[in-house]
């Protein structure tokens, strides 16, 4: 490129270069800005504050951008910065003021922009009202009131509020009122609230209602008298839930700190106050929907009021209130700025300046505040993803869903590391950056490479089959042929009962058998009354019928083993003589072998495992030695409900259950109470067998953990695995 192409000649004909920075002169400020004075920076520097009364905008400056505004009028950067120089201990270039200026255009504090300019500046603000939308929806406000003139006229009125008088009048009434509730404590704490009516309802509404609006306007107030400006009050939706607002964004103004303090504490200090009457007030009313709404008031208004609006994460109260204490305006975003810097620094290193210098202790409570911030905002938003995906139909569900994770989750990240990777060029070597490299190709490796295959497998070792011997009917025991330990065969005869009830309503039914059979026989020899011989035939059948009954259940009455195995918790104090009943357990019988093994599988192990894997099971009981197990069956039904009730949470097992209650429909109760456990995510039921066959079966199910070798696989292909079945169950698919 040649000289004259940049504005330069050569030989005698040689000109000065024109410098563009003397050259351009800058547009002046608009006229109707306000320069106000703002309170010290961190350092003790003087601030001010931009006032923009159209758009009610404020801006805030520090001493080298005022004492460049207050030369604005020199026109070019090279002259303002010269004259800044020459009249003040400062040294900007010009190129501070031509950033300067860039921010005053931006904001529109500039005179004479072009058509283009604003016309660009529309453009980039515009978006298509589906993306307004998307954005918007979780949170938007509408102005209801203009309530500034109204403020003006009765602020008077509400001064006695602000007094000293009132304080204790307030103090009073609460300790007052804490006296008498604590004397019928037990009555204060089981208040019937009084809302399930229309006529409760519509109280409730119009306490909430009434009580939100003097928070508000404790807010409005409080900035009048401090002579702050209310523009707008209205309501304000935070994922479809209204809240009310009061905008207060001219407390900007005031340099007094304290005053600022006061102007965010308003609100809560009014509904402290509040409840303060209503405590009092519970004591005199009577019960009903009054009383309810002083309860209300008294209790649930204030603490959710403080709950939100104490905490510093979002832009509620307790922000401003933190905000104005540590004397940092803007907290937020420069404390963001300044972990986004530390973050850089603790993984590259980089050794960029700090963005902002404060005190040890103040740097520090900025760097707690953001990366707090950061962890309340994931968690709110997930929550907030979880919560808009429930609510709305499946189709738009999954949208907003996508939307919320993607926009206000992954979308700062992206942001994040596309910096990183632009600045990828300024990395040096140097031990945090050999540090994240590490811990990242750790992450990676434990993300990719397969683990340990182990699945928990939650189990009950039992035996494979097991009898509880009963009686039939109340009886008495005759004899008593069986040990607690003995080896017993099926049909092996255990005890002997005697029924006299049954024995005597045999010899009863033997008579009236006898006497129908007497009374046949006569009939018919006689040969008279033959048409009744037929009745007298069917009431023989019935009688013998009925001694057949009385036979089977006399014969009932030898208690026989029902399977082979080992006779176990014989009860206590068995004897001849003794009269035992149906419901009590005369023993058990426990079948032969090394038992079974019971379990449950998650539904996201259920691929790994496979019959013929090893495990051991580790029992609940310390006592008990670890036992090798192979699988030998694995069912890929999911099971409805729980056949194994220790396994459930309800009674202490580690699979969470629904506890389902109905009719049982002509089931047992064994039955009804396994349908009755439904697990809350789908299991699948697995079978193992002990190795160690020789071993005698459990006298009792015992709990455990069965560790089964499963299919080795990484992290991220569990995630995966999970993440598809997931999104298959939720689309329907």
Known sequence: MGAAAIGMTTGPAAVTPVDPLDSVRLPPLREELQLLPAPPAVDGSPCWTIHDPVRNRYFRIGHGAFEVIARWHHGSPRAIAAAVAAETVLEPEAEDVVGLYKFLAGSNLTQGADVDFLA????????????????????????????????????????????????????????????????????????????FTLEGMALYGLTLLVTKTLHELGHAYT???????????????????????????????????????????????????????????????????????AFFVATVSWVTTLTINLSPFMRFDGYYLLADALDVPNLQDRAFALARWRLREWLFGLGDEVPERFDPWLHRVMLAYAFATWVYRLVLFIGIAVLVYHVFIKVLGIVLFAVEVGWFILRPLVNEVKEWWERRGSLRPNRNLLMTLGGLAALVWLAFVPVTGTIAVPSVWRAEGFSTLFAPAPSRIVEVLVQPGRRVAAGDLLFRLEAPELTSKLEQSELRIALAQDRIDRMLAARDGLDRVRVMEEDLAAGLADRQGLLDGLARLEIRAPIAGTVVDVADALRPGRWVGPSLALGQIVADGGGELVGYVAENDLTRIMVGAGAVFHADDPLRPRMEAQVTAVNRVSVKGLDIPALASIHGGPIAVESQTGPSMGRTNAEAARSNLKPVEAVYRVTLAPLDRTQAGPAHQMRGVARVDGEARSLADRFWRTALAVLIRETGF
């Open 120 to 195: 660009k500046q529309t453009a980039a603000r515009r978006t298509s009202w589906w993306m307004w939308l998307l954005h918007n929806y979780l949170f938007f406000r509408i102005p209801l009131v203009r309530p500034d003139a109204f403020l003006n006229a009765t602020v008077r009125y509400v001064a006695p509020f602000y007094s000293r008088g009132w304080l204790w009048t307030v103090i009073g009434a609460g300790v007052l009122g804490l006296i008498l509730v604590m004397r019928q404590w037990d009555s204060f704490a089981h208040t019937f609230l009084h809302f």
């Open 223 to 293: 900035a009048k008298r401090f002579g702050c400006r209310v523009p707008t009050m209205g309501a304000a939706f935070l994922v479809m839930w209204p809240v009310l607002y009061t905008d207060t964004s001219d407390a900007w103004r005031l340099v007094s700190r304290r005053a600022r303090l006061h102007i965010a504490a308003a609100g809560m200090l009014t509904e402290l106050a509040l409840a303060a009457f209503a405590t009092l007030a519970w004591s005199f009313l009577p019960d009903g929907p009054l009383r309810s709404a």
